[in-house]
């Protein structure tokens, strides 16, 4: 039973461009939401954060946003930079339950000069 | 801030020894942390919580007593895999979990166990 959905296993921008990274869940409990980015052979970077009482966060190129209705949200890099090509994965946790992560299978993203 | 050290970073042993996975967090309490695998081209499955203090809750299908979890304070989490097959080997990567952030946790760089 996946919870947390990346349909799409890989993505590839032109530099500059935006990149639209997507992830859609099923337990309508999720109340928080992550996007890590992860390089082979590394541990996943924390990226940007939201709550389920939000429908947007930004952080300088980095944007979430959080549809609960189509419980879907995605990640909008703009623009992309080729440091940017990586595996970003998104998470789902409900925060009363101990806060555990369910990741989702991961997007490989890569950012072409 | 929030710098999380997995130690060490690639280990070989033999079939049938142990090996010991250390978690560090550097700059940050951490009450909470957690271990998790994964396989090639797949995502990452978490194993266990491991409390300070208290016994580790694994996820279902995790051996316990193969996977050995100790969190004797609140910036070390050590991970032991026992008598480790083949079919051990991965890559094994820790988390923690900040005691003022609750909801981000932050990782490490991971262990890559290959078992001979």
């Known amino acids: 039973d996946q919870q947390v959905k990346q349909n799409s296993p890989s993505l590839s921008v032109q530099e500059g461009r935006i990149s639209i990274l997507n992830c859609d869940y099923t337990n309508s409990m999720f109340d928080y939401f992550l996007w890590y980015k992860k390089y082979p052979a590394e541990g996943p970077t924390f990226l940007i954060s939201?709550?389920?009482?939000?429908d947007k966060n930004e952080d300088g190129r980095f944007t979430v946003f959080l549809n609960k209705s189509a419980k879907h949200l995605s990640l909008h890099i703009v623009p992309s930079q080729p440091g940017d090509s990586a595996v970003y994965f998104c998470a789902a946790s409900v925060s009363r339950q101990g806060g555990k992560l369910i990741f989702g299978q991961g997007t490989e993203l890569s950012v072409k000069p | 801030g929030a710098v999380v050290s997995q130690h060490p970073s690639w280990v070989i042993c033999k079939s049938g020894t142990s090996v010991k996975i250390e978690c560090r967090s550097l700059?940050?309490?951490?009450?909470?942390m957690f271990w998790y695998r994964q396989f090639p081209k797949q995502s990452l499955m978490l194993m266990a919580t491991?409390?300070?203090?208290?016994?580790?809750?694994?996820e279902q299908g995790v051996e316990k007593d193969k996977f050995l979890i100790n969190h004797a304070s609140l910036t070390l989490s050590t991970l032991t895999v026992t008598s480790a097959h083949p079919e051990d080997s991965s890559f094994y990567i820790c988390?923690?979990?900040?005691?003022?952030?609750?909801?981000?946790?932050?990782f490490g760089a991971g262990t890559r166990l290959s078992v001979l």
């Open positions: 988390s923690a979990r900040s005691n003022i952030a609750k909801n981000i946790q932050y």
């Open positions: 491991s409390n300070e203090g208290s016994k580790a809750t694994y």
């Open positions: 939201i709550s389920s009482i939000k």
């Open positions: 700059d940050f309490q951490a009450t909470t």
